[in-house]
């Protein structure tokens, strides 16, 4: 017994300062969340079960009266219909166009994957005010897009492309492609290449192979670069802000109304909550539809 029970605790005690070691170095990163994301948030859930009465919080104890107030808010509703909708456009837009990149990235040369893994770092890392002012200028009235399809004769006259939810899609989905082609592309590299020589050896065509081969196993990268994607949309303030108008307000415009420029801060944060809550239901369902029915590993 006393030679079973003594590596059992050596390897215990090994284990507990591999342990210790990690925790060391995640340290940093730990006080970083709970200092400017866990605390604030939780003051921010704590916050919306106050009441307010006009511009100042009266003694009442916690109370849902917020909450109600953000389900029965036909403007929070619109807001939120509208927000859902542009999320799910912006995630099927961008997955159509960053999975056919991630796949040239595995095809071309070295130095041809370079130009395009380096304009995609740069698009990450330049500034999202500048980009949305790029697309001013591309959808204005006077913009490319106008004066090209009125030289094409496709128009008479500019429409009307700019505070719309098509150009907050556009923006959106120009931010999100490095999202969503990095974890794809990641996916793709580490497929070993003999399975799909494998499949076209048993007389699979490129089509088939890449349907029961390629993008089933591309699964857990699609699944990354999609829930970063809707999270990102789901959260947009900046780009909805300029790009959009007040008919087309997304969610986050209408608590930081009221966090900002009205000060109820118990209705913003009741509409942050339900966004927050809302967006973690739909990416664990999701989740689970890919665990369940595609049978990937995520």
């Given at each position: ?7 059992m ?18 340290a940093?990163l730990?006080?970083?969340?709970l200092?400017f ?33 953000t ?19 912006t ?17 071309v ?9 380096l ?14 002012y790029?697309w ?10 106008n ?6 004769g496709?128009?008479d ?21 490095p ?12 497929l ?34 999609t ?9 947009a ?9 007040p ?6 415009q ?20 339900v966004?927050?809550v809302?967006?973690?239901a ?17």
């Amino acid at each position: 017994m006393s030679g079973i029970a003594t590596p059992m605790t050596r390897f215990d005690a090994t284990d507990w300062r591999r342990v210790s070691r990690g925790l060391l170095l995640l340290a940093p990163l730990l006080a970083f969340l709970l200092v400017f994301y866990i605390m604030p948030f939780a003051n921010m859930i704590g916050e919306s079960f106050s009441y307010w009465s006009g511009d100042a919080k009266t003694g009442q104890g916690p109370t849902l009266f917020q909450y109600v107030k953000t389900l029965e808010s036909a403007r929070v509703l619109r807001a939120l219909n509208r927000t859902f909708g542009i999320a799910l456009n912006t995630v099927l837009i961008t997955l159509l166009l960053s999975y056919p990149v991630a796949m040239l990235l595995l095809g071309v040369g070295r130095r041809l994957r370079t130009a395009i893994l380096l304009v995609t770092f740069v698009s990450l890392a330049s500034s999202l005010i500048i980009r949305n002012y790029g697309w001013v200028v591309v959808l204005a009235d006077g913009g490319a897009v106008n004066s090209l399809l009125m030289a094409l004769g496709l128009i008479d006259a500019p429409i009307r492309l700019m505070y719309s939810e098509l150009a907050i899609t556009l923006g959106l989905v120009h931010y999100a492609m490095p999202f969503m082609i990095l974890p794809i592309y990641g996916t793709l590299l580490r497929l070993p290449p003999s399975l799909r020589e494998a499949s076209l050896s048993l007389g699979g065509s490129e089509w088939r192979t890449f349907l029961h081969v390629v993008l089933p196993l591309s699964l857990p990268g699609v699944f990354g670069g999609t829930m970063l994607t809707f999270a990102v949309s789901m959260s947009a303030f900046v780009t909805p802000l300029m790009l959009g108008s007040p008919r087309t307000a997304m969610i986050s415009q209408v608590a930081a109304e009221q966090l900002l420029v009205q000060l109820n801060f118990a209705w913003g944060s009741a509409i942050i909550v339900v966004l927050t809550v809302i967006t973690f239901a739909i990416v664990a369902i999701y989740a689970f539809l890919l665990r369940k029915v595609f049978r990937a590993d995520v």
